[in-house]
């Protein structure tokens, strides 16, 4: 496994701008510009949570909506995740977090399989917070499922606060890849009977 777990994106197009740059072993360090202020306190506890390094630079079309940022940013993460665990090996693969945020409880679950799938099981009694849309929630993990080719499974089990249904669905999303990723000397190459992830 190499020691320099980093992936650096950079996505131009008509409708966004951005760079992000991601540090698997780093200290929960979130740098954001992000121009959606609840994607961005997102963001900031994914990294807290996760603990690692998150830097994004992000300019997008929000005077349409936040769509396309939102959706961007989780491409990009996908693709930074995805080039920062290189070839998964000596990781342990598979992550799970169950996380309570008050009222709520949200569980996370992972497998870094090279296979790209969500199931997304949560539904919002909110249609915004804030200004935020809460179906956006489920476009930034699809693409960033898309792009990092992980299996992931967000269930979201009870909640009443729309904000703490989320913010508990990114902080177990955060627990269940730091643990997914953690290097584990007990395992040789990668943990597949394939060879390969």
Partial sequence: MSANRIGEIRRDTLET????????????????????????????????????????DAKGDIEIDDHHTVEDIGICLGQAFKQAVADK?????????FT????????????????SFL????????????????????EFFQAFAANAGVTLHINLQYGENTHHMIE??????????????RKDETIRGVLSTKGTL
Avoid: C, W
């Fill in 119 to 138: 199931v997304f099981n949560a539904e919002f009694p909110a249609e915004k917070v804030g200004n935020f849309q809460t179906e956006l929630v489920r």
């Fill in 17 to 56: 701008q951005i760079s992000l740059k991601l540090n698997l072993d780093g200290e929960g360090k979130g740098e954001l510009q992000v121009p959606v202020p609840f994607l961005k306190h997102m963001l900031d506890l994914f990294a807290k949570h996760s603990g690692y390094d998150l830097t994004v």
């Fill in 89 to 97: 090996a000596g990781i342990r693969r598979y992550g799970n977090r």
């Fill in 100 to 115: 309570p945020m008050d009222e709520s409880l949200a569980q996370v679950t992972v497998d870094i399989s090279g296979r």
């Fill in 168 to 181: 508990g669905i990114f902080k177990a999303f955060a627990g269940a890849l730091a643990e997914a990723t």
